[in-house]
């Protein structure tokens, strides 16, 4: 994806995936900071909490998240970004039409990519937010970061909580950001019996396109959106702050759905 956007845009340059051990971090930030042909990377899982530290300055956003999901390198000065909560709502309002101001929202998960989206949510004027997660203290400790960040009402809770079935019977949109529909043979993450007509499902996972939840959803006559809309935003964004340019969208878009296929 980021190639394809490079090349429509004849920019010399290349994308490469590094893969490197949580041990080895600090290391590769500091081969990084030395290297004169580097613009800029992604981080991700598991390692976007753990660049926080390593960057030498970090947007607003990023410091808000604590997660760092794109590092721009400015003759070695290396600036901790994060794009994932901007893509996320570009999707929603683009590919659903959801506008967050004044509504309910529930997110299952606690991760990285929940506290991206819920801080985004919160920025973005959502009344009031359920965050339900396996680990309740994670749930816990995101709502309350959230709430003191940007002012919403946010309640953390574990799945198996009584008051789950009537909270989120409130809620106009539902997303998953946990790890749970990676793999065909997972169970929806949440029970589908809770999910109602009209309401938005929202589901970050790109691969596969349709998760188990997703088909649960619309067998219910929810409206349904994967994770590829997110994905491709986030890495738009990144593009722009590598090379002060707006990539070819539509070139990124192609080469994603082909190395999704
Ligand atoms: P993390 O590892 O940081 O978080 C994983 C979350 O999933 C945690 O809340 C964890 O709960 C929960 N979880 C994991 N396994 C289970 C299980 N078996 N049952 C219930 N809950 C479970 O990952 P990220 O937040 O970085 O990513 C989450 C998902 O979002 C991934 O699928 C990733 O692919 C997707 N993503 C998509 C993006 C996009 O652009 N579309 C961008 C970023 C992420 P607990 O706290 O209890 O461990």
């Not at 901007?86 to 606690?110: D, K, N, T, Y």
């Not at 090379?243 to 994603?256: H, V």
Request: hydrophobic residues 45%; contains cysteine.
């Amino acid at each position: 994806m980021q190639n394809a956007g490079l090349q429509a845009a004849g920019i010399d340059g290349l994308y490469i995936p590094w893969r490197v051990k949580a041990a080895g971090l600090p290391t590769a930030f500091e081969a990084l900071r030395g290297m004169e042909n580097f613009g800029g990377a992604n981080v991700t899982l598991p390692h976007k909490e753990q660049a926080v530290s390593l960057v030498d300055e970090l947007s607003s956003e990023a410091a808000s998240v604590g997660a760092v999901n794109t590092i721009v390198s400015r003759g070695g000065h290396l600036f901790g970004a994060n794009t994932d909560g901007q893509g996320f709502l570009r999707s929603l309002q683009e590919e659903a039409g959801f506008v967050p101001r004044g509504q309910q929202a529930v997110i299952l998960g606690a991760g990285g990519a929940a506290r991206a989206v819920a801080w985004s949510l919160g920025e973005a004027g959502i009344s009031v937010l359920l965050i339900l997660n396996r680990t309740v203290e994670r749930a816990e400790s995101l709502a309350d970061l959230v709430s003191r960040a940007t002012g919403v009402s946010a309640v953390g809770l574990g799945p198996d909580d009584p008051r789950v079935p009537e909270r989120v019977a409130a809620c106009g949109l539902l997303v998953n950001a946990t790890s749970l529909g990676l793999s065909p043979s997972d169970p929806p993450a949440i029970d589908p019996v809770l999910l109602r007509p009209g309401m938005l499902v929202y589901d970050l996972i790109y691969r596969p396109r349709e998760t188990t939840l997703l088909l649960e959803a619309k067998k219910r006559g929810c409206q349904v959106v994967g994770g590829l809309g997110m994905l491709l935003y986030q890495g738009a964004l990144a593009f722009e702050l590598w090379t002060g340019q707006k990539p070819s969208e539509e070139a990124m878009r192609t080469a994603l759905i082909q190395a999704l296929a």
